[in-house]
C-alpha cells in the first residue's frame, strides 16, 4: 500500500504518517519547500516536495514521482489554512491548492483509489441552535458562517463533482492532542487558573483526539470505502467547563477561575484582533471569523454512519486524550 499524506509536517499529518508507518505501508510525506519537518524523523519516511501555487509544477512532480516510484493508492489531503486574516487566504489556502492538486493527479494519470480529504464540521454552521439541541446530520443544509467553513465546503463540492475520484470526506468536530496550539493556549491559561468561556448561554461541545480520528481514517482506507461522507467525535456532548476542568485536574488544581465573556463582548475582542491582523498581515487565534466558532452554541453531530460502516468506536475518552495531551505539553517543555 502506498499511500501520499499531504500536510505531512501538521499537527494531523503528521499522526497520519506515524500511524501509516506503524502499519507497514509505503509513505509518502509531502511538504512544501522549507517546511519544519521536526516531528518526521523516521527514516522509513519519504519525501515529495509539493509546490502548491502551480499545477504545472504539480503535474510534472507528479509525473516523474509515477515514472521512478508508481503511483499512489491513498491520498490522504490534510494540507490546508484553519487561520487567515482574508477571505482570499482561506480561498487559496484551502480550494485552491486543492483543485490543482487534484487536476494535476488527473494530468498525470494518478487519481488514486482513495482521495480523502480533511474537511470540518464547521462547513453546516449553526442549523440547530434551538435547545433542546438536535445532531446535526449529513441531511441537514450547509450554512457555513466563516470563510473557513465556506472554503471547505466550496472544495467539497468541487471533489464531488470530478468525475472518477473517489473521495473520502471528513468533518471532525474539534481534534486535539499533542503538537496542537490552539488547545495549548487554552491549557497556558488555565496553568494560571484562567478558563475563558465564551458566552453565558450553555454550549454543547464536542471533541475528537486525533489519534482517534487517524483510526477512523485509517478504517477507511482498510474498508476501501468511496464516495463517502463522515462525522467525526468522540460521541459524546460536553459543557463549557468540562474540558477546562480535565486539564486543571492535570496541574494538581481543586478550582479554577471560568470566566464568562457575554458574547458581545467577545465580537468586540474578536473583530479587534481581525482588525489588527489585517492590518499588519498576521493571523490571531481569535478573529473575526473565529467569532462564528465560539458563538456557536451547539456542536453536536451525527457520528452513526461512522460506527455503523468503519466500526469506529474511540480509544480515548475526553479525560484520558487531555492528560495524555498535558503530558505531552509538560515533557516537550510548552507546559
Same mark, same amino acid.
Given at each position: 500500500?502506498?499511500?501520499?499524506?499531504?500536510?505531512?509536517?501538521?499537527?494531523?499529518?503528521?499522526?497520519?504518517?506515524?500511524?501509516? %508507518?506503524?502499519?507497514?505501508?509505503?509513505?509518502?510525506?509531502?511538504?512544501?519547500?522549507?517546511?519544519?519537518?521536526?516531528?518526521?524523523?523516521?527514516?522509513?519516511?519519504?519525501?515529495?516536495?509539493?509546490?502548491?501555487?502551480?499545477?504545472?509544477?504539480?503535474?510534472?512532480?507528479?509525473?516523474?514521482?509515477?515514472?521512478?516510484?508508481? &503511483?499512489?493508492?491513498?491520498?490522504?489531503?490534510?494540507?490546508?489554512?484553519?487561520?487567515?486574516?482574508?477571505?482570499?487566504?482561506?480561498?487559496?489556502?484551502?480550494?485552491?491548492?486543492?483543485?490543482?492538486?487534484?487536476?494535476?493527479?488527473?494530468?498525470?494519470?494518478?487519481?488514486?483509489?482513495?482521495?480523502?480529504?480533511?474537511?470540518?464540521?464547521?462547513?453546516?454552521?449553526?442549523?440547530?441552535?434551538?435547545?433542546?439541541?438536535?445532531?446535526?446530520?449529513?441531511?441537514?443544509?450547509?450554512?457555513?458562517?466563516?470563510?473557513?467553513?465556506?472554503?471547505?465546503?466550496?472544495?467539497?463540492?468541487?471533489?464531488?463533482?470530478?468525475?472518477?475520484?473517489?473521495?473520502?470526506?471528513?468533518?471532525?468536530?474539534?481534534?486535539?492532542?499533542?503538537?496542537?496550539?490552539?488547545?495549548?493556549?487554552? &491549557?497556558?491559561?488555565?496553568?494560571?487558573?484562567?478558563?475563558?468561556?465564551?458566552?453565558?448561554?450553555?454550549?454543547?461541545?464536542?471533541?475528537?483526539?486525533?489519534k482517534d480520528l487517524v483510526k477512523a481514517i485509517y478504517s477507511a482506507i482498510d474498508k476501501e470505502v468511496q464516495k463517502r461522507c463522515y462525522f467525526v467525535s468522540d460521541g459524546n456532548q460536553y459543557s463549557s467547563t468540562e474540558f477546562g476542568n480535565l486539564i486543571a485536574a492535570e496541574f494538581g488544581y481543586k478550582w479554577i477561575i471560568?470566566?464568562?465573556?457575554?458574547?458581545?463582548?467577545?465580537?468586540?475582542?474578536?473583530?479587534?484582533?481581525?482588525? %489588527?491582523?489585517?492590518?499588519?498581515?498576521?493571523?490571531?487565534?481569535?478573529?473575526?471569523?473565529?467569532?462564528?466558532?465560539? &458563538?456557536?452554541?451547539?456542536?453536536?453531530?451525527?457520528?452513526?454512519?461512522?460506527?455503523?460502516?468503519?466500526?469506529?468506536?474511540?480509544?480515548?475518552? %475526553?479525560?484520558?486524550?487531555?492528560?495524555?495531551?498535558?503530558?505531552?505539553?509538560?515533557?516537550?517543555?510548552?507546559?
Amino acid at each position: 500500500m502506498k499511500i501520499l499524506v499531504t500536510g505531512a509536517n501538521g499537527f494531523i499529518g503528521s499522526f497520519l504518517v506515524e500511524e501509516g %508507518l506503524q502499519r507497514g505501508f509505503d509513505v509518502w510525506a509531502a511538504v512544501r519547500p522549507g517546511s519544519n519537518c521536526k516531528y518526521l524523523n523516521d527514516e522509513r519516511i519519504n519525501f515529495l516536495q509539493l509546490d502548491y501555487t502551480s499545477e504545472k509544477n504539480l503535474t510534472a512532480t507528479l509525473t516523474e514521482h509515477k515514472n521512478r516510484y508508481g &503511483a499512489f493508492d491513498t491520498v490522504i489531503h490534510t494540507a490546508g489554512v484553519t487561520k487567515s486574516h482574508n477571505k482570499k487566504g482561506f480561498e487559496e489556502g484551502n480550494y485552491a491548492i486543492t483543485e490543482r492538486l487534484v487536476c494535476a493527479l488527473r494530468n498525470a494519470d494518478m487519481l488514486p483509489k482513495q482521495f480523502i480529504y480533511m474537511s470540518t464540521l464547521g462547513t453546516y454552521g449553526a442549523v440547530h441552535e434551538k435547545e433542546p439541541f438536535d445532531t446535526i446530520k449529513e441531511n441537514d443544509i450547509q450554512v457555513p458562517a466563516t470563510n473557513y467553513g465556506k472554503s471547505k465546503l466550496k472544495t467539497e463540492i468541487y471533489l464531488k463533482s470530478i468525475p472518477g475520484l473517489n473521495y473520502v470526506i471528513f468533518r471532525p468536530t474539534g481534534v486535539y492532542g499533542p503538537r496542537d496550539k490552539d488547545y495549548y493556549l487554552m &491549557a497556558k491559561s488555565i496553568k494560571y487558573r484562567f478558563n475563558f468561556i465564551s458566552g453565558i448561554k450553555r454550549q454543547s461541545i464536542t471533541f475528537i483526539y486525533v489519534k482517534d480520528l487517524v483510526k477512523a481514517i485509517y478504517s477507511a482506507i482498510d474498508k476501501e470505502v468511496q464516495k463517502r461522507c463522515y462525522f467525526v467525535s468522540d460521541g459524546n456532548q460536553y459543557s463549557s467547563t468540562e474540558f477546562g476542568n480535565l486539564i486543571a485536574a492535570e496541574f494538581g488544581y481543586k478550582w479554577i477561575i471560568n470566566l464568562k465573556c457575554p458574547l458581545p463582548l467577545v465580537w468586540i475582542i474578536c473583530h479587534t484582533l481581525g482588525g %489588527l491582523a489585517s492590518l499588519f498581515g498576521k493571523t490571531f487565534t481569535l478573529n473575526r471569523d473565529k467569532y462564528h466558532i465560539v &458563538a456557536q452554541r451547539n456542536w453536536l453531530c451525527d457520528i452513526t454512519a461512522l460506527q455503523q460502516e468503519l466500526d469506529f468506536t474511540p480509544d480515548y475518552p %475526553l479525560q484520558r486524550g487531555v492528560k495524555e495531551t498535558v503530558e505531552w505539553y509538560k515533557s516537550n517543555g510548552w507546559l
